[in-house]
């Protein structure tokens, strides 16, 4: 098993970025594929990106590419996501989740999620 706990959320204006951290604790991160999603208040749950267990390989939905990168460092067992340019459609709690195998993009793939971070732009 993994426990994932998300950190860096805030309140920025349209613009700025913001650094989301994902920590995991237990044996063999490695062994996962990581994903984040985000949801909006009255909204479903929708994926943002997600970085394969090597960290070779990313997918990102159209709606934050080229704004959003992700990245992991197995030895600290920590996911990132960098969000530059944020605007507030980007409002949302945000999740990391993984999974063994390979990256999906499916939410109901992923296996284990941390507790979500709340993230609010502002106009």
């Known amino acids: 098993q993994v426990q994932l706990v998300e950190s860096g959320g805030g309140l920025v204006q349209a613009g700025d970025s913001l650094r989301l951290s994902c920590a995991a604790s237990?044996?063999?991160?490695?062994?996962?594929?990581v994903g984040w999603f985000r949801q909006a208040p009255g909204k479903e749950r929708e994926f943002v990106a997600t970085v394969s267990r090597s960290g070779d390989y990313t997918y990102y939905a159209s709606s934050v590419m080229g704004r959003f990168t992700l990245s992991r460092d197995n030895a600290r067992n920590t996911v990132y996501l960098i969000m530059n340019s944020l605007k507030p459609e980007d409002t949302a709690v945000y999740y990391c989740?993984?999974?063994?195998?390979?990256?999906?993009?499916?939410?109901?793939?992923?296996?284990?999620w941390g507790q979500g971070t709340q993230v609010t732009v502002s106009s």
């Open positions: 989740a993984a999974k063994t195998g390979s990256s999906r993009t499916g939410a109901h793939e992923y296996d284990y």
């Open positions: 237990g044996r063999f991160f490695r062994d996962y594929a």
